[in-house]
């Protein structure tokens, strides 16, 4: 049979090294994966490159492999076949996805279509505090910036039309009312002026309720694993709630909620101000002052929303992302322009040397 065969390279000085040998379709896969910044390759036969490629890993996406590769808008367009491939084949209806909902954006999924399609919504819940100009603008730092492996992947399109009957009317009276300026009604056509889409996950907050012991364990740990990766590449989520994180099929944690995200070297770390008496404790409010780029890791614990004995498996392996010194330490090793070695493998397939 037919195995793949990648070798992982390494720059070591006046050296290149042979970090790992990868075999299995499942690591090829991570190389090659929708949270990766993708590989600039020039080639006249693009087609050709992915057809090879998707001989070694026939599960993923022609799509996915486009952009892998750099030829992003080729996968543009191979995704938007196999979305209308998928409606002429399928009587598939859209429906919320699964999880919380955001207060950003309205979420919705075609059950049996392995893509979530993200519309922004009019008006923004409290406490979000953005306006669209900067979600926008967000999502376009994650396209352009590297995704280190933890950023989800997504495609923008602009006037996509569905026949009204894939839409419950509930469904689509809700999104006509919260996201009238991408969404409108005519006849039997809806159309979506502007959404993104990006690969369907399992959110970590629903993933953590089902999976057993040990599963939940190692989610937790990458949970940790992602924001530190992250950091490293100069990106702070902002919001690091479960439900903004979710698994992969390879059990990789990573974050695809971007409304929030931001440079790393942008926020200002800071501890938090002890108390002056118990007013203080007791005032709805912060009585101190807090800038707009102000973060205090402190209150991460508050909102981490583990049951006790996955907290103690977090704040055991990550327990300094609690910390300031964590934080301003990682902003000064960016700012000296340390890269950071984050691997597209497992640490057990490196070679030692």
Same mark, same amino acid.
């Given at each position: 049979r037919s195995v793949p065969l990648v070798l992982a390279l390494l720059a070591r000085g006046d050296r290149v090294v042979v970090d790992a040998a990868l075999l299995e379709e499942s690591d090829v896969s991570i190389v090659f994966g929708f949270t990766r910044s993708y590989f600039h390759v020039e080639t006249a036969r693009p087609r050709e490159v992915v057809g090879f490629l998707s001989s070694l890993m026939p599960r993923k996406p022609i799509s996915e492999l486009y952009t892998a590769i750099g030829y992003n808008k080729h996968g543009k367009t191979?995704?938007?076949r196999a979305l209308a491939e998928h409606l002429e084949t399928l009587d598939d209806r859209f429906e919320r996805a699964p999880g919380a909902r955001g207060m950003v954006m309205e979420v919705i999924v075609l059950p049996k279509f392995d893509v979530v399609f993200k519309i922004?919504?009019?008006a923004f819940e409290p406490p979000k505090s953005v306006t669209r100009r900067e979600v926008v603008e967000r999502y376009t730092l994650v396209f352009q910036h590297d995704r280190a492996g933890r950023l989800v992947d997504t495609q923008e399109f602009e006037h996509l039309t569905f026949d009204r009957r894939r839409f419950p009317e509930p469904l689509l009276d809700e999104l006509a009312r919260t996201a009238s300026r991408s969404v409108a009604v005519d006849g039997d056509r809806v159309s979506?002026?502007?959404?993104?889409t990006e690969r369907r996950l399992v959110?970590?907050?629903l993933y953590l309720r089902h999976a057993d012991e040990r599963a939940a364990a190692e989610a937790v740990v990458d949970y940790g694993n992602a924001i530190k990766d992250l950091a490293a590449a100069n990106i702070f989520p902002g919001d690091t709630l479960l439900k903004n994180f979710g698994v992969t099929r390879h059990g990789?944690?990573?974050f695809y909620d971007y409304d %929030?995200?931001?440079?790393?070297?942008?926020?200002a770390f800071r501890r938090l101000p002890e108390s002056r008496d118990t007013n203080d404790d007791l005032a709805a409010e912060p009585w101190f002052s807090v800038a707009e780029n102000d973060v205090f890791p402190e %209150?991460?614990?508050s909102f981490l929303g583990l049951r006790p004995e996955l907290a103690r498996v977090f704040e055991e392996a990550h327990g300094d992302l609690f910390g300031v010194p964590f934080w301003t330490g990682m902003q000064e090793r960016v700012r000296?322009? %340390?890269l950071a070695d984050i691997f597209a493998y497992k640490q057990s397939l490196r070679f030692r040397t």
């Open positions: 191979a995704l938007y922004i919504r009019d979506i002026a502007h959404l993104y959110p970590l907050d990789r944690v990573v %929030e995200v931001r440079l790393l070297t942008d926020c %209150e991460f614990r000296a322009g %340390e």
